[in-house]
């Protein structure tokens, strides 16, 4: 059987993206992991089905796994690709530009705003979870807070994001004892209380070009922790992402959703 599916990212945060709106299609985690690897498969960050909402009044569950094959909670990147997905290549930009997006950690509005881009209202910021301790703590000389954006964030503040070798130090932080679900980790520097550089170490996925929940997390730690503006600018290793807070403290990012290119692949 062939299956057809678009090659999307958000400022380099690459997925696979089908349609399966019938409910038709599933994959193993090893499938998955396949499809997923830059050498030997398509090449992606994460792997994701558009299905059928669950509740009449949403417009489609986002059925989203990690490059690993495992399931994630929620992707910022991701989601806007699917607002995307489903506007522009199956519906034909018909409808209302409001979408309602069902994911794991609940339901997400996104926005296609007139410049083309997505906004997604991420929902309010966690800063105590099972997923993480309730209080700073050290892993290797570095300490970390936490945010869950409904996905864990352990997030630290640097001079320098030269001066760390994140391919070495991400793995530790994933899977310290402290995280029963491992952690997603950013590292950011302050340029001012405007503008911030970030990398991100995904769980399950490795160093990546950027993560939307990781932009988030980061955000919410700048605003509580340093004071940060209420709308900023963060610039990643492959863009940049644009966030606020807006009066209910949930926090609205803004950035691009790309089409790569349409191919299929068989499965047996």
Sequence with gaps: MYIEFKKMHGIG?????????????????????NLCDRQKGIGADGFILVEPAREDNN?????????????????????????????????NNEGADLLKIE??????????????????????PVFASKDFPNKKIEIDGISLDFVSMGNPHAVC????????????????????????????????????????????WERGCGVTLACGTGACAVFAAARKFKNADS??????????????????????????AT?????AFEIV
């Design 13 to 33: 945060n690459d997925f696979i993206v089908i349609d399966n709106l019938f409910g038709r299609i599933k994959f193993s985690e090893t499938q998955i992991k």
């Design 157 to 200: 503040f640097v001079e320098n994001l030269e001066n760390y070798d994140l391919e070495k130090l991400g793995p530790k932080v994933e899977n310290d004892k402290n995280f029963p679900n491992k952690i997603n980790f950013e590292l950011v520097r302050e340029k001012n209380k405007k503008e911030l550089d970030v990398k991100v």
């Design 103 to 124: 994911t794991r950690s609940g339901v997400k509005e996104i926005k296609r705003e007139s410049d083309g881009t997505y906004s997604v209202n991420m929902g309010k």
């Design 259 to 263: 089409f790569v290119f349409d191919g």
């Design 231 to 256: 709308e900023i600018k963060i610039n990643l290793p492959g863009g940049s992402l644009f966030l606020s807070e807006n009066k209910e403290g949930e926090i609205i990012m803004r950035g691009e």
């Design 59 to 91: 417009d489609c569950f986002m059925n989203y796994y990690n490059s690993d094959g495992t399931q994630a909670e929620m992707c910022g990147n991701g989601v806007r690709c699917v607002a995307k997905f489903l506007k522009e290549y199956i519906r």
